[in-house]
């Protein structure tokens, strides 16, 4: 389950809740070897990388994801003017809390966002970038619509006072964000983790929640910023990154994602960049073979001390437990498969 640090950050308090999965099997890091700190987009918390935490490449480093302000499990009030800049800030201020080593941070999609602000404000925090769909250019005109469709599709679910929900709008909204997140490659796991994931949104972004809705889920992307070239150069001279993408993202497209290329090249960044046949935007739930023989392999070409890594072990089926499965109920999903449709 989750654990929990009282933060303060440059918008207001927090209780960040964040999930821990070491070699050990112990709730704290060990401090001889790497830190994976991974940062989700919108709508879906932590839990999105559930697969990641399971898979016995990833479990060989010390494992970190923590839910941002309006998601998940962390509890505080969103403000309507929250920003890339704040929420950069308050990951600065969680891994202060926590006291963390610099870490390798491992961002998806929205969460790419306060992670090159981060490494622009805080680049002694940061050992490498991982980043999976990155949104780190403005945003563009198809993206807009589809996160304004999506939104308006949502509010009119949430339209009413009393709390009761249109299900056909609710439901609208739901497929728009599976076809912008995954372009139909929808796999038993993503079903479990929508199902927790819907009863978390309809709570916190119900009717009296909307204001906040719209700051986490349409405000928040669609007037972000990116970065100059100058200082990309000057903040990320020592970070290597990787940029990884999918041929069937249909919320950005392959130019898109070579934009932001051209951009880190330009500044000097020590760069590589991988792109995934058929894989989606959230690429980590349908692709986790591919990141298991690419992310830990890049924590290890640049971490101080590659052979302080223990071995992966091995696991039945594949995978390990995670500290996610109890929250996503996955031993009642995957006993009722059937019933939830496969």
């Known amino acids: 389950m989750a654990q929990y640090v009282d933060v303060k950050t440059s918008c207001g308090p927090f209780k960040f809740a964040y999930w821990v999965n070491t070699p050990s099997g112990k709730p704290t890091i060990d401090r001889t ?28 480093f010390n494992l970190i994801a923590v839910d941002s302000p309006g998601h998940g499990w962390t509890q505080g009030d969103v403000p309507e003017t929250y920003s890339q800049e704040d ?49 780190g250019t403005e ?38 964000i599976f076809q912008l997140f995954l372009t139909g490659q929808v796999k038993p796991i993503a079903i479990a983790t929508a199902l927790v994931v819907r009863d978390l949104c309809t709570t916190r972004w119900s009717h ?12 928040y992307e669609t007037t972000r910023h990116g970065h100059s070239t100058d200082a990309l150069a ?27 290329e051209k951009q880190l090249r330009d500044a000097g960044v020590q760069l590589e960049v991988h792109v995934l046949e058929d894989a989606p935007h959230c690429l980590n739930v349908s692709h986790q073979d591919d990141l298991a023989a690419l992310v830990p392999e890049f924590v290890l070409r640049h971490c101080a001390n590659p052979d302080t ?11 390990l437990p995670t500290v996610f499965d109890e929250a996503m109920n996955l031993k009642a999903f995957y006993e009722n498969l059937e019933e939830n449709g496969f």
């Open 139 to 176: 945003e563009t005109e198809h993206a807009r619509a589809a996160r304004e469709e999506i939104c308006t599709a949502w509010k009119e679910a949430m339209a009413d006072p009393g709390g009761k929900i249109d299900e056909e709008a609710l439901e609208y909204a739901i497929s728009g």
């Open 33 to 60: 070897i790497p830190t994976i700190l991974f940062l989700h987009t919108i709508f879906t918390p932590s839990i999105a990388w559930r697969e990641q935490f399971a898979h016995p490449q990833f479990r060989r």
């Open 234 to 260: 000057k903040s990320l001279q020592s970070i290597p990154v990787v940029i990884v993408y999918g041929t069937s993202d249909v919320a950005y497209d392959c130019d898109y994602y070579a934009q932001f």
């Open 87 to 135: 929420a950069a800030a308050g990951i600065a201020a969680f891994m202060d809390a926590l006291e963390l080593p610099p870490v390798f941070l491992c961002p998806l999609s929205a969460g790419t966002i306060p992670a090159m602000e981060l490494a622009i404000k805080h680049p002694e925090k940061i050992l490498g970038m991982f980043l999976i769909a990155p949104m």
């Open 208 to 219: 009296s929640g909307l204001r906040e809705f719209e700051t986490c889920a349409f405000k």
């Open 309 to 319: 890594v223990p071995p992966a072990v091995d696991a039945p089926d594949g995978e």
